[in-house]
């Protein structure tokens, strides 16, 4: 009901100001109903409603309007940090609402309204609007609320508490508000108070109000006291609120040696005052039931805290065994916990015997021995306990270590209350040694089997026994236990702590000292006890630091021994009750790995009867960190934004973004990122230059935070963070840091920042738009543009998501060669099938990208690599000039005998000259068309090349050359070509046969893995690259085409053999791909046209029988043709053969059957010229036309099917979607063109490096998408690539939807004024024709 209502209070609030009342019901009584006990409805109140509320309160005076904020500040025990600053806040900057009675005439005046009992007879008036304000100022103080205390302090300062609480007739009431606003604000603060007079007789006022309530009014006292107002506000007053007030005072304010003597004669009388009533109470005798219905704790508590300051003899009451007094004293787990670990008794008592069957003596049954000595010790890592963790580490590593340790564990689960502190606290300590030997290890799976086998003991429930505890040191063991079991991310222990959680019995849980606030709770306490600690902290050290800087002044005379003792002691660090570090390292752990149980653990604990956030709570200690940043707390506030972070990323239920979001963190983060100048260095040991790299590192994770919110509730997010963050300053930030960066070129945490801060700017941007950025902030931010990638993914639920992440480097360096063989190589006509291709080439590109960065180290070799197509066109120049000088007739070469040598020096000149430009214009040329320059470059160097060419050929043709340098230039072109060869084959082998080692050793770890262990493990270097990589080059067939060639090279100069220079020039037939598809098509169908050829060779050798036999073979043919055919053609049968495979170049075999008529007889024969005919026409029809053609058609039909295939894929590469396979024409009808599409939202090799970027990332710092898209890639799924879909269409299908209801609703519209002027129209017909009745009535 109270939800349902919250709508409504603006309404409420608006009736305020008419000042309704009606029957003792007013507005601010409805508000005060609808937000009392629910702490939702009190968050949603605003600062601006509380601030009006404060300003009617300043107007009229009115106790109700103070109530409503009282209301506002949550549960009595809860209460909400963000509402008490901004109530306390509002009415320190309201100095009209303070009515605070101060000074003696205000004090006079409140004396007098007191006096003449305005308080009962004017509940409305001043004196209860003074009363509720010093109530709601000591509310807003309540639990861990350090901002309220430092305004609190500001508005009363200890010396006006105590003046007014000097005051002997104040109401109850109004004493108790002022004892809760002063121990809230100064006796809970670690600050220390000056023990004043005041003071003093403050407390001998209490130990007087003690001994007067004994002696008026605890022996009238019987068990109805409750129904007497007077009496029960009394006893309430000295039983609540003064016995509070003397525990909290003396457990931080009062030291034994250091306090005046008055204050402990104070105090003692206090405490025997407090001691006779514990006594009158508990005496048995009385039958007067008071114990049973007193509230008796807070003064039990107050007489321990007494007795263990000295101040109170337990031996002289009678009741000291019902408070737990006993001598000797032995902690236990349910002692009152000591303010710090060193208050604890070290009293040890041996484990002792358990239930269990005797087993063999093993020496962890010496364990109580042992803790004896460790905590005799003052050295945790002393020879005894370091002796006994070996032992246990011995018997674990032998495999026999796990009945020990597992019987350790058993006895510190079956521990009860009365279990000594210092053994749990030894036991976990040595399960923390043992995880930390494994931490240190070399073997990173040893941790991991450690935690498993620990958490299948029990350790994990012993574990958050221990967190539960109220006791200090069993709260610290179990913070340092827990830390360890869980480095790491371990899942299966971050499971247990889920299931420990699942079920609604809270024993698996409940603490080992006997307290009952439970794990969330006793965390809860800890991080606002840590956020209370930041002003104490920083307090700390500022007197720390004024005490050092006044030191010498101080120790002016004294012994160097006390001097060295007040040195210690003035630099003892800050010792903190919380733990924060340690609590929000633990916290981090607990949902390290994106573990979604326990990161909706943190935020919901359904099982449980109060849900404690601690996502929250940590929240909220972030913002108090922010608003008092210095170098003391920077720590705590990276641990705080890492636990944000680790609770976020991968959460699939999006509770903590949905917490969050309700709250402050966005302002707050943009506060943090706006930051230029490092936080005040506090203390001692600090550096400028640690903090601004503390600070940069702060800022780091808060953009990892930032992006982390973005993984759910994007659009919220998004214009929420376009309203609340500075975008100039942000764009100022990550243009810094690229300077920085470009300065240094070491910091890559700089660069990687930037990088996070620009991927902000740009997924904001795409959403709303940069407007606010001025252009020169742009031009700053392009270096981040080139390497920011973005691309779209479809998520769990079926829905597109725009993801960014910075591109690596070297993926720019993947060569155009191997995206040729992808984008070509890949089958597009199956739907999904070149997308799965694509991703089961990944992990080969990877390879590829990364050997390319390590090759583009070495400058040469990367210069080599880069234009390897260049070096083959080369050779191939070379042998076109060689094979031109090879033309040229030697015989016109002019002898040098006829000539004098200084004769045909100009000649040998100029004739050098043309060689060299004959080579350099022929190779320009051949290199021009390979690069494919642009036209006006390729048409300027192709005319060159032409030009050089012609006059070498011109001078060739018109001088002579002499021998000698004739040979000079076939040595140099040879010696080039050899080089130009072996560098081919070079840059081959390492390009792509060294990378195809690389690729089949690459799934074992990467690069960087295999030559690490091929560096240590020698067998292993041996069989990689002695065995294998011989073998992979064997196979190579490119390897061995260009190996051959060089060694015809070789041979040619070698041997002077220049005809094998001619084989060179076959090398243009693999360099340029249209050629290599005139071989692709006689190798496609390389079978049919194989088996068509073997038939044409039979129908061959079958005519070459014939003509055989016909011109007298074996005598098995009665004709005697012998004589008529010449003998020579068709001799023998492999003769004959060879005749007619000859004839076909000629048309057919018209020589097999020619005549040769003897004298006298005629020239042809009629049966000679028939059979000539026959066979003649018939080897025409079968051979020339049909079989021939048969070839010739399969050659042609494979041609053009390749050509086919490839304008198919071309025209499918331009006019489809490589990513999700829609059509330039959607794209260009309904979205924002293809280009634009292809090029930005789906560019393939974006994807491309968004996978190298996940391989190469550690998966410990994945985000959501990160996690989720590398599951799908370690499966081989594509599911998480978009299919038929893209934002840009959905975008337009949203767009198109709205339109259509505008226009239905326009349409509706238009419907509905017809039908109005229809029914008008109607009405005026009616009308009209009872007009006409009349008047014809009339006539009539």
Known sequence: TQLALTPIIPTIVAHIDYSLVAHDITPTGCLNTIVKDNPTVCLSISDDLIRRFIRLAAENFAPRFLRFLRMTTGLEQRPIPRTQFFVIQGLSENADAQLLFDGEDGIARRSAMIDAGELETDPRGHLAYHVELIGLMARCTDGDAPGPEAVARKLFSLKDILMHLSQTNLPL?????????????????????????????????????????????????????????????????????????????????FSVNTNPEELVDALTRFAKAAAELHDFIFDEEEVNGLKDVLPTEPLVRCLSVLRRRGLLDASEFKAAAEVGWSEPEVPSLSSPRPKTEEDATTTVVSLGATSVAPAPWH??????????????????????????????????????????????????????????????????????????????????????????????????????????????????????????????????????????FSNADEGDTAALDGSTRGFFLRLRDALRLAAKEIPERITYLETQRDAEANFDEITVGLAGATVELLRSEMRAPFVSRARPERLLTFLAECCAGHHNGMQDLLCDQPLRVVDVDITREVCELLMQLEASLDGSNLRQAELACRVLIEALHGNVSGKNSATLLETKVVEMCSRLLKRRAAPPAIGAGARDADLEEGLAGLQRLVLTFLHAMLENNTSALLVRMHEALDLPALAELAIGWHKAYSASRRQDDLLEAGFMAYTLLRRIGDAHGLDALPPSALGDLAPYERLTGRVEISTRGGGLERVYFRIPSHVLLLSAKTKDDLLWGVDRQTPGVAVQEFLLRAGDLHVEVVWQHVIARLKALQILVKNERSIELQSVGLALVQNVLLMIDSSSFTKSSGRALSEGAGSDAVSA?????????????????????????????????????????????????????????????????????????????????????????????????????????????????????????????????????????????ALQMEFLYAIHLFQIVFIMPELMNVLRSLTL??????????????????????????????????????????????????????????????????????????????????????????????????????????????????????????????????????????????FDTRGNGFEQHIRQDHWMWTYLAMIVHLQEKDRSSYNGWENYVRAKLDDNDPSFLPRHTALVLLKSAEEEKERIGEAIERISALEMQGEKVLRLLEAFAEKGSDAGVVRRGSRG
């Not at 019987?222 to 016995?243: C, G, K, R």
């Not at 770890?1005 to 041996?1022: T, V």
């Not at 198919?1208 to 490589?1218: G, I, L, S």
């Open 1085 to 1226: 169908n390389g079978k049919q046209l194989l088996l068509t050829l073997i038939l044409l060779l039979i129908m061959i050798y079958a005519y070459a029988v014939v003509a055989w036999v016909v011109e007298g073979g074996p005598d098995r043919i009665t004709w005697d043709l012998s004589n008529k055919f010449d003998q020579g053609v068709c001799e023998y049968p492999t003769r004959c053969f060879v005749t007619i495979a000859k004839s076909l170049t000629t048309g057919g075999p018209w020589d097999v059957f020619e005549a040769v008529p003897e004298e006298g007889q005629p020239e042809y024969e009629p049966g000679l010229l028939y059979f000539s005919d026959v066979y003649h026409i018939s080897f025409f029809l079968i051979i020339n036309i049909v079989l021939l053609n048969v070839v010739f058609g399969i050659i042609l039909d494979t041609f053009a099917e390749l050509r086919g295939e490839k304008a198919a894929t071309k025209a499918h590469m331009e006019n489809t979607c490589f990513i999700c396979g829609i059509d330039r024409f959607t």
């Open 363 to 500: 020496p962890q049954e010496g364990l109580g021995a042992f803790i004896d000595a460790f905590v005799a010790s003052t050295n945790p890592n002393d020879k005894e306990f370091r002796g006994l963790v070996d032992v246990f580490l011995e018997e674990l590593g032998s495999g026999k270590g796990e009945v020990p340790l597992k019987r350790l564990v058993g006895r510190m689960q079956a521990g009860g209350a009365e279990t000594p502190v210092d053994q749990t606290v030894a036991c976990a300590r040595i399960l923390r040694v043992v995880l930390e030997h494994a931490a240190g290890s070399d073997d990173a799976e040893l941790l991991v089997s450690r935690q498993n086998l620990l958490s299948d003991f029990g350790v994990s429930a012993v574990m958050l026994k221990l967190l539960s505890c109220e006791n200090s040191a069993l709260y610290l063991a179990g913070l340092q236990l827990g830390e360890m079991l869980l480095k790491g991310g371990n899942a299966r222990v971050q499971s247990e702590i889920v299931a420990c």
């Open 173 to 253: 009431v109004l004493r108790s508000n002022y004892l809760a606003l002063l121990d809230e604000s100064y006796f809970k603060a670690r600050r220390p108070v000056q023990k004043s007079p005041e003071l003093v007789a403050l407390l001998n006022m209490f130990a007087t109000r003690v001994e007067t309530f004994i002696s008026d009014t605890l022996r009238t006292l019987d068990a109805d006291y409750a129904q007497n107002q007077a009496e029960s506000e009394l006893t309430n007053y000295v039983l609540l609120s003064l016995t509070k007030t003397i525990t909290i005072f003396t457990e931080r304010q």
């Open 913 to 1053: 000259i043309a060689a060299l430009s004959l080579a350099a214009g022929t190779s320009l040329g051949m290199w021009a068309a390979a690069t494919k320059f642009a036209t006006v470059r390729f048409n300027a160097l192709a005319a060159t090349s032409l030009s050089a060419f012609a006059v070498a050929v011109a001078i060739i043709a018109t001088r002579d050359w002499s021998e000698s340098l004739y040979d000079i230039c076939k040595s140099v072109l040879g010696v080039v070509q050899m080089i130009t060869c072996f560098l081919a084959v070079a840059v081959h082998f390492t390009r792509c046969t060294f990378l195809t080692l690389l690729k089949r050793e690459s799934g074992k770890g990467g690069l960087h893995a295999i030559f690490s262990r091929a560096r240590k493990d020698a067998p292993y270097a041996l069989r990689v690259f002695a065995l294998r990589l011989p073998l992979i080059t064997i196979v190579d067939i490119v390897v061995l085409r260009k190996t051959i060639f060089l060694l015809l090279a070789i041979l040619a100069f």
